[in-house]
Nanobody
Framework: QVQLVESGGGSVQGGGSLRLSCAAS????????MAWFRQAPGKEREFVTA???????RYSDSAKGRFTISRDNAKNTVYVEMNTLKPEDTAVYYC??????????????????WGQGTQVTVSS
């Protein structure tokens, strides 16, 4: 199983930016689909963005145009750059992984490795 450690969360005012990192160990990123999910209080965990082993990307409607997922294979780390943040982006953000090269899955049950989560708080 892959070990995932997120970092980069914090508090920011609306309109601001944050970059989250997810360091993976145990398997190369090029063989995995890596995703970011988030969970707000009282809500279900939802898909945000993902990148496949071959570099295909997918975004939720709420993330499209504001968030960018990327990765550094040498560091085995995935990033999500979040811009123009809104109060509704407030949530715990989780990194997830599963083996994959081309396919991008958006369901929580599709992923078998999860990080511990990092809090993002956006104030108005």
């Amino acid at each position: 199983q892959v070990q995932l450690v997120e970092s980069g969360g914090g508090s920011v005012q609306g309109g601001g930016s944050l970059r989250l990192s997810c360091a993976a160990s145990g398997r190369p990123l090029s063989t995995m689909t890596m995703a970011w999910f988030r969970q707000a209080p009282g809500k279900e965990r939802e898909f945000v963005t993902a990148i496949s082993g071959r570099g295909f990307t997918r975004y939720s409607d709420s993330a499209k145009g504001r968030f960018t997922i990327s990765r550094d294979n040498a560091k085995n780390t995935v990033y999500v750059e979040m811009n123009t943040l809104k109060p509704e982006d407030t949530a715990v953000y989780y990194c997830a992984a599963r083996p994959g090269y081309d396919t991008i899955w958006a369901g929580t049950s599709d992923y078998d490795s999860w990080g511990q989560g990092t809090q993002v708080t956006v104030s108005s």
